[in-house]
């Protein structure tokens, strides 16, 4: 059943007296936030009823404060919800920053009771002042919070009395002539409710393979899944004690790739029958796929290869070798997996399942380092079964890290075509396959098979940044696409205004739609941030130069300097620059310390030299000056100009020409290296008799 991957500040204590106002503070607050949720509950009541919905307070206060019952032409619809009332005549101190979402606190045993409802929840925020809402239904926000941090029900902290931020849309209005958008969602999730009410007399039925049933309706494989969930759910609710019931919910959540609950529910089966066989498997099974989900749980692993060694048929068991083979994948113990992979192929399985067994041992001696052993593994895999997608996918990986692109996207399509639902699948197998696009120039299908990531994952970082790229790459050629990158990538800053990769792109951007005034405001912003890339500072450098703020300009590319990891090129225009302007500034020693920066493996030093010894002409160091006006000879600096300022510098520190040339002429004949240790040595020599 294992699946394979493709990797590719303290307040004082209060006083006596402080303490009684601080009561009285309190006391008047509580006092406000009851005329808060009377006002509110009134006013939301007047909305409801203009429609003819009936509301009614809830007696005792258990997380809900009313409930709903909608009317249409005159009679209850029998569709019903809860509603959670939060009242202010503040509604801005729970808005975002964008604008576009409110967010207000509420207790974790409120949400964790209203997860377990069936009747919809909806939770509202009321301005007063305004008499608008703002609402959402609760219930599937904490599903999407789940299903990012399973983790997010619980009180991880130990607090007290825990809360959570709840995220209300600000365009969802309820108002007296506003209740569509709500009255649409309450009737779709009463739909799903009556849905269930028909399989009723499914899900308690006896305890047999009840999918057979549901097979027959020929319903798409997703929704059959689901079902399947449902009625094993069923099952177990009317008896907490079915094993075979938990047993079978742990096989579907695991086909469905839902792991936590597969865990809960083979670990339900596995304290009642312990001993059963297929329960052993199928809990080996579910704790390497968790293992591998989770990363590191090393006791899992080891766990699942002794239940698989206790469940075997005999010396050779091709299912046990094979997932035993898998355990040893994950733990990093690739040989071990070969030897066992090889083992469950010495069995001879039937064709499919030798297919799957040779895709993971073709990944397993990926890992120890065997490409062409790899690459030979995946062809028999698909000879056996030539629409196994996961082999496909498998070989595309391996020519990505080869860099191989053209022979990736040719796999990338065959995986995709073996698996309809794999490009709805949020998988990091999508970003590789856009990836791979982009890389062969393919830009177009690479954005649009990047959409469809972003369409499941859209926090998925790598593939956000692969969108900017794609959408900038494609306005150079194409203008229709320009708005849509200055959109996406304005966007993307808003989410997350640090993100320099996001500022790069935007930059660039601006400089090819020669958009002036964005591009300044943007790269002002960018300098502001501490960690501001390089390339920022020294465009903003140049703009400061342009404008004479001179010493603004020579702070920015100070701060550029100082970074690790800069571009050799970038780095030595950033220091050739500040040499320059530490020159100009009259600066000459710091001048000097940059262009000595700057001759770090340039192929031409000679310009760079000139101006090192102007610095040290202006110096009056016209020993330093000799020194690199002969290193520059040396290097085959030509001209007049640079023999005129030896001579120059050679009469300030009153040294005959002859005596030190006939010394450079020696060097330049023999061709070799002349440390400067040595030049300053011959001058001392020179200038001491002379003194």
Known sequence: MHKSSVEVSVMPLLTIAHKESWMAMNIDRRVWQHVFEDRSESQLSDAFESADWIVQRLRRDYGEDLYARPVENGNPTGQDFFIQLKGTDDVDQYRLRTGEWLSYPVDLSN???????????????????????????IQPFIRGKLESDSTWLENRSGAKEPTRNVRVPANQIVAEDNLDSLRSVIKAEWRKIEQGKRHFEILYRARTYLADDTQSLQLP????????????????????????????????????????????AINRAWSL????????????????????????????????????QSVRSGPIDSMADYNIGNCYSELGQFQKAVEHYDRALSAEPEPREAAQIWTNHGNAVDKIGNTQDAVQSFRNA???????????ASWAALEVRQEHFKEACEHFHDAFRGNSELQSSGDGIVFWFAYSLHKIGEFEEALSITNDLLAVSPTHE??????????????????????KALAFLKDRLLDDPANMQVRSELHQLYIEQELEDEHRVLLEETVSFEHAPPIALHEFARLLEH?????EAIACLERAATQEGTDAQLYHTIVHTLAR????????????????MALKDVSNPSPIL???????????????????????????????????????????????????????????????????????????????PAA
Request: with cysteine.
């Open 273 to 308: 029958d312990p001993k059963n066989g297929n329960t052993r498997q199928v809990r080996a099974c579910i704790l390497a796929e968790y293992a591998r989900r989770k990363g590191g749980l090393a006791s899992m692993l080891h766990e699942a290869i002794s239940l698989l």
């Open 382 to 392: 698909l000879d056996l079964n030539p629409s196994l997608w996961n082999a496909h």
């Open 111 to 137: 949400l964790v009771q209203w997860h377990s409802y069936t009747l919809p929840v909806i939770f509202v925020v009321w301005d007063i002042v305004s008499k608008v809402g703002y609402w959402t239904h």
């Open 221 to 264: 494989p997703v929704i059959a899944r689901q079902l399947r969930i449902t009625e094993l759910q069923a099952i177990v609710t009317a008896d907490a004690n079915e094993a075979e019931g938990w047993l079978d919910l742990a096989a579907v959540y695991y086909e469905v790739d839902n792991v936590s609950e597969a865990l809960k």
């Open 610 to 688: 000139e101006k090192m010894s102007d610095c040290y002409h202006s110096l009056n160091d016209y020993v330093n000056c000799v020194v690199v006006i002969t290193r520059a000879l040396l290097l085959g600096a030509a001209g007049v100009s640079w023999w005129n300022n030896l001579y120059f510098a050679l009469d300030e520190l009153r040294i005959e020409p002859e005596q030190y040339t006939a010394f450079l002429h020696r060097k330049l004949w023999s061709g070799e290296d002349v440390p400067d240790h040595e030049i300053r040595a011959k001058l001392n020599a020179l200038i001491s």
């Open 581 to 596: 302007l530490k020159r100009e500034t009259g600066k000459h020693s710091e001048a000097i310390t940059y262009y000595e």
């Open 547 to 551: 404008d004479d703020r001179i010493s």
């Open 462 to 483: 790598e593939g956000l940044l692969l969108k900017a790229y794609l959408l900038r790459r494609l306005s150079q050629g194409d203008d229709s696409y320009t708005t």
